[in-house]
């Protein structure tokens, strides 16, 4: 590029070379055209330290273990449920010192009198699967759906705690309507809280930096032991004979053997008494209850239901309300009077609060 100047005189202008930009710092924006204002030399970008990573789980985190990992339940009457929630279903029991599979660990948002930490387990063997039978398995009790969901209850508001593929053939324990309870396939799953097992230790132990090692005890050298040697003849010289040691005789023993008795006893005959029949335990009759209280939540996260029925004056709890129908959902009366008739049992973990298996229940008026 060249400018003419007074004179006829043709002066160069000689452009300067643009300054290079790292490739993490953004292009700095064009100043605006002046002829009267020198161009701005572009400043050093600055570098930013990278921040290291944080290794803290925040809600939300899912670790997948490589391989399923042994841990032992370490409290008393543990609840498995179908979610990672207080408030979900539970779908079997745990005692101190059963084993389970670890499959997942789970951090969950912190809550209020709720765990925030969680195990995704391998379905215990005692405990079973719900699917819907009428769309699908066939007459041959195979899976005819593309993939169908396994839950925890007879209902779509029950949990899904694992899939089998079409094909698959399952066992059949028991068919309530459209739902059928089966034997639990490998790979269905279910919730417990951390805290609540033991995991096995493992992995190297790790020691803290600028930690003097230990030397190792070495127990002091005994002093060799002198074997004394007796002196030898020398060869050749002719050893005196033995003398042999002849014992004394001895006189000889006559024993007598004493007079066998004639046997006039007659022998034992075995007498063979008839096995009484086991007991016939006889079924337990069905104990069927109408109680009248306050529905409200459980207080206790190992009770064996999340709601309970409160009596009206002193507010003590009378029973726990659990119900497998889909057309009653305990929540909604959550606070309200109400008048439940139902089957009444004892939990072998509560016996002083008995369970209500809800057939009815109807909100009472307000007096």
């Not at 929630?85 to 010192?97: D, F, Q, T, Y």
């Not at 063997?125 to 969901?149: C, E, H, I, M, P």
């Not at 064996?304 to 889909?326: E, Q």
């Amino acid at each position: 590029m060249s400018v003419m100047l007074c004179g006829g005189l043709v002066a160069p202008i000689f452009a300067a070379d643009p300054p290079v930009i790292p490739a993490d710092v953004p292009a700095p924006t064009p100043p605006k055209s002046d002829a009267k204002k020198k161009t701005d030399k572009a400043a050093p970008a600055k570098k930013t330290a990278a921040k290291p990573a944080s290794t803290d789980k925040k809600a939300g985190d899912v670790v997948v273990l490589p391989t399923p990992e042994p841990a032992v339940v370490s409290q008393k009457n543990v609840n498995v449920r179908g979610q990672a929630l207080l408030n979900s279903e539970i779908v079997a029991h745990l005692k101190k010192g059963d084993k389970v599979m670890v499959l997942e660990e789970i951090t969950t948002k912190k809550k209020q009198d709720e765990p925030d930490k969680w195990l995704k387990i391998a379905l215990p063997q005692t405990s079973a699967a719900w699917v819907n039978s009428s769309v699908g398995l066939d007459a041959d009790k195979k899976v005819k759906a593309s993939r169908l969901n396994l839950r925890s209850g007879p209902g779509e508001n029950f949990s899904v705690i694992g899939r089998v593929e079409k094909g698959t053939t399952v066992t059949v324990i028991e068919t309530k309507g459209e739902w059928s309870k089966i034997e639990p396939p490998s790979g269905t799953y279910a919730f417990v809280a951390a805290h609540l097992v033991s995991r096995e230790p493992g992995g190297a132990t790790t020691i803290a930096a600028n930690t003097r090692p230990i030397p190792p005890v070495i127990p002091p050298t005994p002093p060799p032991v002198t074997t004394v040697v007796p002196p030898q003849p020398p060869v050749g010289t002719p050893q005196p004979p033995e003398t042999p040691v002849v014992p004394p005789p001895q006189p000889p023993v006559v024993v007598t053997p004493p007079p066998v008795a004639a046997n006039t006893t007659p022998p034992l005959v075995p007498v063979v008494r008839p096995t009484p029949p086991p007991p016939v335990e006889e079924p337990l009759a069905k104990r069927v209850v109408t109680r009248e209280g306050i529905v409200q939540k459980s207080v206790s996260p190992q009770a064996p239901t999340y709601f309970v029925l409160r009596d009206i004056d002193n507010k003590r709890v009378v029973n726990y309300l659990f119900s497998t129908s889909t057309n009653i959902v305990v929540r909604t009366f959550k606070g309200q009077r109400v008048i439940v008739t139902g089957e009444e049992s004892l939990d072998e973990r509560w016996p002083n609060t008995p369970v209500i298996e809800i057939e009815t229940i109807q909100n009472v008026p307000s007096e």
